[in-house]
């Protein structure tokens, strides 16, 4: 990621990007009648295809997530944003349409890898998931050993990309946001003292929390304290906030999940500590989680490639999409769910792939073709992709504003 003028690039983006969709974990209820105007023209546009044939056909996804435990938010979300985008697809009456059906992995490997063998018996061609990055990381094996194709709405680990070329993704990956991070801190909060807690056994909060190290070094930012913490000891953070006041730190940066960071928040209003806390991607969704104070998180900053706030058409239209759907406000991983059957989409018709193809033959035709498309989505305006997997695109920085995010 260039890193000159950042911030500016970062809130420029803002209006680039949007929020989430909605279904039930074995694919929803089908949406009624034509996708609205402002649906339409979300699609991408045509491409030629390399193939030299015409793409069509039903095409079958899988997807894989979270559906129970505390981490539903997640695969709920992006799941529910994917079957937005097949309904509106298959509304269009195209030659292409789409089946999704979603696969629970409470976020464990061995769970994902399970789902992942289900879809697969159920005839799945294409795999949209792990929405995690620890499932995502054992998913991928499996799916580059088979040679199936892969997008994972927001597993942002690089291991999951890491040597398999069959493997992309819709979000940034933890280097960008760990980079992107300590560069807006530097330029917008300069002189700054920062503390860091982060999850160790955590590959999404390790790799953020790593790269967010190494740039505020060569920037020669001042990180007064770090502390960590597990799965299993996530629920008492007083050993820590306590460090981080003591070292006197005015910026509290926080690589983890929303349900800690809950915790913690809570915990530092107890102690009458008053950070600036920042945060990352997995932060959202903590103004939905149940019985949480969303006062607590009033001024929190964070980095999402998403807010549900943006006045742009194709936002606005999936937020009322999504409310109507579900009565809730959609979250980024939501985003992330409907942006990857539109990039998958895509990627079939400069293909030309068809539904009858088989698993393999489309993983191989779509390879080729992600490293020639461009897709504008409600995460991101002209996304690419490299053939390592990773999209080109740059997170904004949003802030916690009466209950809602607004660019600083």
Known sequence: MKKKNLAARLLAGAMCLSLLAGCSSTGGTPASG?????????????????????????????????????????????????????????????????????????????????????????????????VTSGSGIAVSAETFKDRVFTLTPSGSSVDVIDGKDNVFQVCFTDPNQGTGSADYISENLPGAKVAVIYRNDDAYSQ?????????????????????????????????????????????????????????????????????????VDGMDGILTMEGFDTKLAEGVMLLTPFSADAEDER???????????????????????????YVIYE???????????????????LVKAMTTIS???????????????????????VVIKDGVYVTP
């Open 375 to 397: 897709v504008d989505g409600l995460t991101g305006q002209g996304m690419t992709w490299k053939a390592s997997g990773e999209v080109s695109k740059a997170p904004m920085a």
């Open 34 to 130: 034509a996708p609205s105007q402002g649906a339409q023209e979300s699609q991408p546009a045509q491409n030629d295809n390399q193939g030299g044939q015409t793409a069509g056909g039903t095409f079958k996804l899988g997807g894989i997530g979270p559906l129970t435990t505390d981490t539903a938010i997640y695969g709920k979300a992006a799941m529910n944003g994917a079957q937005i985008a097949v309904d509106e697809i298959n509304a269009l009456g195209g030659a292409i349409q789409f089946e999704l059906q979603a696969e629970d992995d409470q976020a464990d490997p061995e769970l994902g890898v399970n789902a992942y063998h289900k879809l697969l018996d159920d005839g799945a061609q294409i795999i949209v998931g792990s």
């Open 315 to 341: 936002t606005q239209n999936f937020v009322k999409k999504y409310n109507e759907l579900h009565g809730e406000t959609p979250n980024q991983f939501a985003a992330d769910g409907y942006d990857a059957v």
């Open 207 to 279: 790799g953020i929390r790593d790269t967010f190290v190494a740039e505020a070094d060569a920037k020669g930012m001042s990180i007064v304290y770090q502390g960590t913490f597990t799965k299993d000891t996530q629920t008492d953070f007083s050993v820590q906030l306590a460090g981080a006041q003591n070292a006197g730190a005015d910026v509290l940066f926080l690589p983890i999940y929303y349900q800690p960071a809950s915790v913690i928040l809570a915990q530092a209003a107890a102690m009458s500590y008053a950070p600036t806390f920042f945060g």
């Open 347 to 365: 990627a079939i018709q400069a293909a030309g792939c068809t539904a009858g193809m088989s698993a393999a033959d489309i993983c191989e035709a």
